[in-house]
Every structure is written in structure tokens, then in C-alpha cells.
């Protein structure tokens, strides 16, 4: 009856603490992402000529970042 207690408990922490690093895996993500990866996307687009690609797309951010901003 012990073994099953702990058992359960253990798998308790254990699915807690994943779905906490699945959380902070996703935070740190969309932190990277938005302040490293996209305007190095966006320079090397406009450096590369695409500048015609890389408006509409800071357009496209730069509205969703409005409607969906946290005020």
C-alpha cells in the first residue's frame, strides 16, 4: 500500500515538473525567437534582396503584435 502512495505521488511531481519545463521550454522559445531570430530573419531578407518578402512580413508582426499585444 506504501509502494502505490509513493508510486502515485511520484508520478504527480513527475508530470507537474514536466509540464512546468514544457512551460518554461515555450516561454524562453517565443523570447528568443522574437527578440533574436526574427529581426535576424528580417535583416539577412532585406541584405539578401528580398525586401519585397520582408515588408509584408513586418506588416503581418507588427499588426498581430497590435491585436494580440498584452495592454
Known sequence: MLTLI?????LWIFIRLF???????WGLA???????LLPVI????????????AIP???IIGILSLLLGKS
Do not use: E, H, K, S
Not at 19 to 25: D, E, K, L, S, Y
Not at 30 to 36: A, W
Open 30 to 36: 517565443r523570447i528568443l525567437l522574437t527578440v533574436f
Open 19 to 25: 509540464v512546468f519545463g514544457i512551460r518554461a521550454a
Open 42 to 53: 528580417l535583416i539577412g531578407l532585406v541584405i539578401g534582396g528580398l525586401i519585397y518578402i
Open 57 to 59: 512580413v513586418l506588416i
Open 6 to 10: 509513493f508510486v502515485i505521488l511520484m
